[in-house]
């Protein structure tokens, strides 16, 4: 099921990869949140919804060195989501955490 409907439309390739990092940091931020207040369901719902957006980022025309790292990003964020791992989450985090600070 897509959550993010207008975005999936067409209007994520519009953003910049920068915007588009931002707002996967976005559900990442709202991920670890959820984690800390125990709520799982509300934090699988977040989770989701990163990978949605990880997803559309790499179905848009990217370099592919950016290709190569959204990937990786991909692969330790569902890893850091599965075995629960709160250093990696914030890592992650503070890492997409900076592309929000960009104008």
Not at 2 to 24: D, T, V
Not at 31 to 38: D, G, L, P, R, V
Request: with cysteine; net charge positive; proline share 0%.
């Amino acid at each position: 099921m897509i959550q993010h409907k207008e975005l999936a439309n067409g209007r994520w390739s519009e953003l910049s990869l920068s915007k588009q990092l931002s707002n996967i940091g976005s559900e990442v931020s709202r991920t670890i949140k959820w984690q800390e207040k125990n709520n799982e369901i509300q934090a699988q719902k977040a989770f989701e919804r990163a990978l949605e957006l990880i997803d559309m980022t790499l179905s848009t025309k990217q370099r592919y060195s950016a290709i190569k790292e959204i990937c990786r990003l991909r692969e330790l964020f569902c890893q850091a989501y599965i075995i629960k791992d709160k250093e990696d989450m914030e890592y992650i985090n503070k890492y997409l955490f900076y592309f929000a600070l960009e104008k």
